[in-house]
């Protein structure tokens, strides 16, 4: 077999067991600190929801306002140079 099956094979077994033994997370902060990556995990406690969050589920939106009605008689223009099918 190829000696990057084997590698991968052993970084998986080793990363479940550092996982089963809670080691895995301190780890990577760890490593993330080490090339400049790591960020303060956000610690803040609200459980109200942010101002701009419309729940979907909350009621239904009307969507028919977004377009212009169209009014009946307008002649629109069509490009000439347009492909006709």
Request: charged share 25%.
């Amino acid at each position: 077999m190829n000696l990057w099956f084997y590698l991968h094979c052993v970084a998986a077994v080793a990363i479940l067991w550092a996982d089963y033994n809670g080691t895995l997370e301190d780890s990577l902060n760890k490593f993330e600190q080490s090339i400049g990556l790591y960020t303060e995990p956000d610690t803040t406690d609200s459980d109200e929801a942010p101002p701009f969050y419309i729940d979907p589920f909350e009621e239904e939106v009307d969507s028919t306002w977004i377009l212009p009605p169209i009014e009946e008689g307008i002649d629109i223009p069509i490009d000439s140079n347009m492909v006709k099918v």
